[in-house]
C-alpha cells in the first residue's frame, strides 16, 4: 500500500514537472521569436539608415552609430516639418499675400486703422477732428483699447526737411502723439498717390489689424456706423470698400485734373470703377499685399485711382457702400465732408 501510493505521487510530480518544461519551453521559444522579430526590425532598420547616410555622403559601406541613428531621425522629422512649411508659403505665395505677423490666436485682433491725410498748414481741421470724432491723450488710447480703432493723421516731410513746416508738424506731435510721420515722403499735393501707397505699407507693417482706411481731413466720420460697416465684412479675405465711382480721363496738359498716363485707358477715356478717396477701406490681405509690392506698384494723378488700379487684377470683392459716399450727405451716410 505505501509503495503504490508513493509511486502515484512519484508519477504526479514527473507530470506537473513535465507540463512545467513544456510551458517553460513554450514560453522561451515565443521570447526568442519577439527578440529574433525586434532584432529583424532593427537590423532592417539600421540597413535602411546605412542606405541613406551612404546616399547623403556618397561613401561606400560604413558602419553607423547610435548618434548618427538619432542624428538621421532627428533631421527626417525636421525635413518633414519644412516640407509643410514650404507647401503653406507656397500656398501663401500663389495667393500674392504673406503675413509678417505671427498671429496669437489667444488675443484680438485689432479691427481697423484709419490714416487721416493731412497738410501742412492744417491744424484747425486736425484740432476739429479730433474735437467732433478722433478723441486726444486718454479718448484715444480708449478708443484703441476698447474698440480695436487706431486714428493717425499721416503726413509727410518738407521739400526742405528739417524747415519750420517739419518743426511745427514735430512740435504739435510731442503733444499729441497722434500722427504717422513718412520721412521718407515728401509731402505734396501731386505726390498724394505715392503717399496712400507708403501709408498702407507703413499701416500694415506697424499693426496687425482686420482692416486700414484712408480719410481725408475734410471728412467727418460716425465712427460707430462704420465699425457696423465693417464688422459685416469680417469673413471676407479680400475686400475693397468705398464708395465706387468712375469719371473721365482729362488728357489736356494744365487742367486741375490732368492725367499724363491717359492714353492707357482707351479711347473713351473713362477711368475703371474705384473707391472714392474721401474714404475707402482695405483689408488685411490687400494692405500686406501692398507692403510687398509696393516697389512696382503704379501711381496715376490721383491717390484713389492709383489705389483701384493695384486691385483691378486681383480677386478681390469690390463693395460699393452709398454710406461711404460722403458728399451725398444720405440719411444714415458713415461720413459727411465739410
Known amino acids: 500500500m505505501h509503495s503504490r501510493g508513493s509511486s502515484h505521487r512519484l508519477s504526479g510530480m514527473v507530470f506537473r514537472s513535465r507540463i512545467s518544461s513544456l510551458m517553460l519551453s513554450m514560453f522561451a521559444t515565443f521570447a526568442s521569436l519577439y527578440v529574433a522579430g525586434r532584432l529583424w526590425q532593427d537590423s532592417q532598420s539600421r540597413v535602411d539608415l546605412i542606405k541613406e547616410l551612404d546616399k547623403i555622403t556618397g561613401q561606400g559601406q560604413s558602419a553607423i552609430s547610435v548618434d548618427d541613428t538619432l542624428k538621421i531621425i532627428n533631421c527626417r522629422e525636421q525635413h518633414k516639418k519644412l516640407s509643410a512649411l514650404e507647401m503653406e508659403l507656397a500656398v501663401a505665395r500663389k495667393e500674392g499675400f504673406i503675413s509678417r505677423h505671427s498671429v496669437d490666436d489667444s488675443k484680438k485682433r485689432p479691427l481697423l486703422v484709419v490714416g487721416i491725410f493731412t497738410g501742412f498748414g492744417r491744424k484747425n481741421n486736425r484740432d476739429a477732428i479730433r474735437k467732433a470724432w478722433m478723441g486726444s491723450g ?73 482692416f486700414y482706411a484712408k480719410v481725408k481731413d475734410d471728412v467727418y466720420v460716425n465712427i460707430d456706423s462704420l465699425l457696423i460697416a465693417l464688422t459685416a465684412h469680417l469673413d471676407k479675405p479680400r475686400v475693397y470698400m468705398g464708395c465706387m465711382k468712375s469719371g473721365e480721363v482729362f488728357s489736356e496738359r494744365g487742367h486741375r485734373w490732368y492725367e499724363p498716363d491717359w492714353w492707357k485707358f482707351g479711347d473713351k477715356k473713362s477711368y475703371f470703377r474705384h473707391a472714392s478717396g474721401e474714404l475707402f477701406v482695405i483689408s488685411r490681405a490687400l494692405a500686406q499685399f501692398v507692403s510687398i509690392n509696393r516697389s512696382i ?42
Not at 508738424?169 to 501707397?197: G, Y
Not at 490721383?302 to 459716399?325: N, P, Q, R, T, Y
Open 297 to 338: 506698384l503704379q501711381t496715376y494723378a490721383h491717390d484713389d485711382v492709383s489705389v483701384g488700379s493695384w486691385f483691378i487684377g486681383l480677386d478681390v470683392m469690390h463693395i460699393d457702400e452709398a454710406k461711404f459716399c460722403c458728399s451725398s450727405w444720405a440719411t444714415g451716410a458713415i461720413c459727411a465732408g465739410v
Open 138 to 210: 486718454t479718448a484715444l488710447k480708449k478708443l484703441e483699447k476698447e474698440k480695436g480703432i487706431i486714428i493717425r493723421f499721416v503726413i509727410g516731410r518738407s521739400a526742405n526737411k528739417g524747415d519750420s513746416l517739419d518743426g511745427a508738424i514735430d512740435s504739435e506731435n510731442r503733444q499729441t502723439n497722434d500722427f504717422i510721420i513718412l520721412d521718407n515722403h515728401v509731402e505734396a499735393p501731386e505726390e498724394t498717390p505715392k503717399k496712400a501707397k507708403l501709408f498702407f505699407a507703413h499701416a500694415a507693417e506697424t499693426w496687425d489689424t482686420e
